[in-house]
């Protein structure tokens, strides 16, 4: 081929720039300008999309005394059946949630948890029964926390995820989190039918209200033992896992380890073997 | 000693019209020398002085001339043969790369999520195995993929061989040392999964401590001889690896070549059909059609172990995690073939642990391990020389049973099936909690349930089953099948057209042998008289359980009866000229309907079935 420098108004390449072909408009000076414009329009987009429902850090004292009535006026209208006029709880359906904190009232309802659609063994995720507002949401976890000081929703620099030890926080995921939820995050069984859920397509502040509340059978795990940095590192090797972090080796039949395989083995895997076998036994010499 | 005499099998003047049974190879001469192909095959001439040198040319032609029966299920104990082919070479492969040390190293590899944690040299070195060595991920995969087919094989091949009665003499051993390859299979896979240190095998290394300890008196001493000290300490890796890549193989590889010999020196077993009997093999040489065959199996076994190693996950390690005594996974099971021990701990009630004299007697671990893992393989091992006891059969068999044919043995081992199946059941009862949005409670108390229950209805359906069968095969033999014709005669009368069976069809449906009790062929357990005989406990025993086993059994259809049948519809043809008349319309032999001559016969004949 020309060993003409492509720089050079003799390169082949070069003789097409009056055209206006793909590679001519990509040099535009106008093409960064929409890109940036695209850029900017898909991540805003992204950002409403994927937001949480209750800004990081919120807490009572960051709630107007407004929105604490107005969510006053909400709890009265769709919780105080199960959980009492003052929060205070009914026995036996529904506990109290004085000190529950603004995380725990964030992870519950935005969620879609609660309001529970009807008595369970457990409360499921359901992001289609989301049943308020982001701006509802908040006044109501201001009221909750107005009741009595609980844990807030966490704060924007232990979500973000940046300086997180991925491998840190697998250590720490298997020492606290993998008894239940499975070292790959995808769920595991509870007694009388509970069962600690998937992890997966989990947002990083709701994994991190779990922590610090507890919410249904898991246990909490305040900043004592388990500081925030290691929380954030733990949401970040989760989040590693979600991104295809760990799938190597093909098809991973759902990560329940030796039962999927065994399942695999037994009706494909010998299934097919057997089809074959019968195959080759009835071929005619 | 008394002995189960049989209903006698006369039918060979009726069998003999068609013993020039299909277009293969065919020979009838004496036994053991009888599945012997053409005697004056050629060899290369290369053989010659090899032989000369060896002497091992007789061995080849005995060998290569072995006539082999066509079957898919006779090549399911090839499926776990490749198996373990591909896992030598497979393994011998990892070995260049797995260290088998407990020291303890940082991980500095490529695998970013373990970057920088404490494990094991062995951890580390099964890490590189699958992001650093090149293929060696699949190498991994392939093995663990090929030793699950080795151990499905194996349970195919044993169910097959339990169900057709392949295991009666001449080859009791050669079962016996099949149950010891399953169990060795089994340990060998145990060892194997063991071996990588990570979370989920540390986990099942943990489980064996435990079943260890639960040994009476002695378990605290038996774990730390085996783990040289507290668990996990430094020493078991080391001890599983020399177990899993010597101790094992050398001894799985032995018997499985004495396993080999077992049957090449008998001729095979083949099933009944035209021309079979148990003097003869009815099937293809070694050489050049069944070598081929089989050979060409190999590379279908290979190719779909390779394809499925290259398609799904095994074992993912690296998602496990180091092993760490303070940590476990969620949805942790042990490979399928040793669910139903872990599933048998999972039912065992927790009240079992009592203290005795000082001692923690841990009953609730000990049932389900030390107990039931030897007592399963006792069982398999034993019940050919049970089943012959019982029988009192002291010939050679080597036509198969069609499972009907047996069916008090199908039920049993139906039965032991689905007792197995619980308890492998209860061990995924997490999984299978979550997956079926179920009680991981109630699952506990229905498989709790079920080990008992189920095996009795199994049991009984199984029998029934198979009772049924017979009783149609011998409908069939003596009436045809149906042919879904109904003719009209000039009459009015209506009777059903039945295709008679030409003597392909019927031979398998009728060669077979039907043991009697004991207590029918040495007469009743009293005399005249009334005095009881003395009987021997084990006489005794022996007694109920051929009653047991032959009470209900169904023979198989006689020449004498089969003749009477025949005979029978011939009469009724002749008699019947407007039945005549219809058959020769149809132009079909008539072979009629039960129903049918019980309407006509009346009181006359009766039923002659």
């Known amino acids: 081929m020309s060993d003409v420098a492509p720089d050079s108004p003799h390169h082949p390449i070069r003789k097409d720039r009056r055209v206006s072909s793909p590679a001519a408009l990509r040099r535009s000076p106008l093409a960064l300008l929409v890109v940036l414009f695209l850029g900017l329009c898909f991540t805003g987009t992204a950002y409403a999309a994927l ?100 844990p807030d929703v966490p704060a924007e620099e232990w979500l973000d995820l940046e300086n997180a030890d991925i491998a840190a926080g697998g250590a720490s995921y298997r020492t606290n989190c993998a008894m239940c939820h499975n070292s790959s995050g995808t769920g595991g069984a509870l007694t009388r039918g509970k069962y600690a859920p998937t992890l997966m397509g989990v947002e990083a502040q709701h994994i991190y209200e779990a922590m610090v509340t507890g919410p249904q059978s898991m246990p909490v795990f305040n900043d004592q033992n ?60 | 000693m008394s002995t189960t005499s049989h209903v006698p099998q006369g039918a060979h003047h009726l069998r003999g019209d068609d013993s020039g049974g299909e277009a293969t190879t065919t020979v009838t001469v004496p036994p053991y020398s009888s599945d012997q192909g053409d005697k004056d095959a050629k060899f290369p001439k290369v053989i010659g002085p090899v032989d000369e040198r060896t002497g091992l040319a007789a061995a080849m032609r005995f060998g290569l001339g072995k006539v082999f029966p066509d079957h898919w299920s006779f090549l399911l104990g090839e499926i776990a043969m490749y198996s373990m082919v591909i896992c030598l070479i497979t393994g011998t492969f990892l070995t260049l790369w797995f260290v088998p040390s407990m020291g303890h190293v940082t991980y500095d590899g490529s695998y970013v999520p373990l970057k920088g944690v404490g494990m094991s040299e062995a951890y580390a ?66 060892a194997g999964y063991s071996l990588p240190d990570d979370l989920l095998s540390g986990t099942g290394i943990r489980a064996m401590n435990g079943f260890m300890m639960s040994a009476p008196i002695i378990g605290t001493w038996l774990t730390f001889f085996v783990f040289g000290g507290e668990f996990p300490g430094e020493m078991i890796i080391p001890r599983l690896y020399i177990a899993h890549v010597l101790l ?18 008998p001729k095979h077993t083949h099933y009944p059909g035209p021309g079979r009997t148990d003097d003869n093999v009815v099937g293809f040489p070694v050489m050049p059609v069944y070598a081929a065959k089989a050979g060409g199996f190999f590379f279908v076994v290979f190719g779909i172990t390779a394809l499925v190693s290259a398609l799904v996950q095994i074992n993912p390690v690296w998602v496990f995690g180091p092993y760490d005594p303070t940590q476990v996974t969620a949805g942790s099971q042990p490979d399928f073939y040793m669910w139903f021990s872990d599933g048998a701990l999972r039912l065992l009630p927790g009240w079992l642990e009592f203290s005795l004299f000082g001692t923690v007697w841990s009953m609730n671990i000990f049932l389900g391990s030390l107990l039931l893992l030897p007592l399963v393989w006792l069982i398999l091992g034993i019940y050919p020389f049970l089943e012959a006891w019982i029988t009192g059969d002291r010939r050679d068999h080597h036509v198969l049973q ?126 005249q008289h009334g005095v009881r005989r003395p009987l021997a406990a084990a006489a005794g025993l022996r007694r109920a359980l051929s009653s047991f086993y032959y009470k209900d059994s169904i023979s198989a259809v006689t020449p004498a009866e089969l003749a009477a049948a025949h005979q029978h519809g011939e009469h009724e043809a002749l008699d019947g000229p407007e039945v005549a008349a219809a058959i020769e319309q149809h132009g079909a032999p008539v072979s009629e309907a039960p129903g049918d001559d019980y309407y006509r ?5 009766g039923r002659h079935s």
């Not at chain 1, 090797?237 to 972090?245: D, H, S, T, V």
């Not at chain 2, 016969?601 to 004949?605: F, P």
Request: aromatic residues 8%; hydrophobic residues 45%; glycine residues 10%.
């Open chain 1, 51 to 150: 937001q949480p429902a209750v800004p990081p850090g919120t807490s009572s004292s960051t709630v107007s005394p407004e929105d604490i009535e107005a969510g006053k006026q909400l709890f009265l209208g769709n919780c105080a059946t199960c959980h009492g006029t003052n929060g205070q709880g009914v026995d036996p359906i529904g506990p109290s949630l004085v000190g529950v904190g603004a995380a725990s009232v964030d992870f519950q309802v935005s969620t879609g948890r609660m309001p529970l659609p009807a008595p369970q063994v457990q409360a499921d995720r359901n992001a289609s029964q989301v049943q308020f507002s982001e701006e509802q949401i908040t006044q109501l976890a201001g009221y909750i926390d107005s009741l009595g000081p609980g």
């Open chain 2, 125 to 190: 070195s099964t890490l590189d195995i699958s992001f650093e060595v090149k293929g060696g991920l699949l190498m991994r995969q392939l093995h663990h993929w090929a030793a699950l087919f080795f151990v499905v094989g194996i349970a195919l091949h044993a169910a097959r061989v339990f169900f057709t009665g392949a295991f009666r003499k001449p080859r009791e051993i050669n079962w016996v040392i099949g149950v010891v390859l399953s169990l060795l299979a089994a340990i060998e896979g145990f």
């Open chain 2, 601 to 605: 016969d009346g009181i006359k004949a």
């Open chain 1, 226 to 285: 388990l500081p925030p940095q290691e929380k954030e590192n733990i949401i970040a090797f989760l989040k590693n896992i979600e991104e295809g972090g760990n799938s190597y080796g093909g098809a991973g039949i759902g990560s329940y380890g030796p039962a999927g395989d065994a399942l695999f083995v037994w009706t494909i895997g010998i299934g097919s073997l057997i089809a074959l076998a019968v195959w080759i036994g009835r071929k005619a010499a």
């Open chain 2, 402 to 527: 069609r499972p009907r044919n047996a069916p008090v043995r199908t039920a049993i081992g139906m039965a032991a099936i689905s007792m197995y199946l619980v308890l492998a059941l209860a061990c995924i009862n997490d999984i299978l909690a979550i997956k079926l949005g179920l009680s991981i409670n109630d699952l506990t108390v229905l498989f709790r349930i079920s080990f008992f229950v189920l095996p009795v209805i199994v049991y009984f359906v199984v029998k029934r089953l198979c009772l049924s069968l017979q009783r149609h095969d011998r409908e069939k033999v003596l009436h045809g099948s149906e042919t879904g014709r109904v003719v009209r005669t000039p009459e009015g009368r209506f009777f059903e057209v039945h295709e008679p069976l030409d003597a392909y069809e019927r031979w398998p449906l009728v060669y077979y042998d039907t043991p009697r009790p004991i207590g029918e062929t040495v007469g009743p357990a009293s005399d």
């Open chain 2, 248 to 265: 094992i193989p050398a001894i799985l590889v032995g018997l499985f070549v004495a396993h080999l010999i077992l049957i090449v020196l």
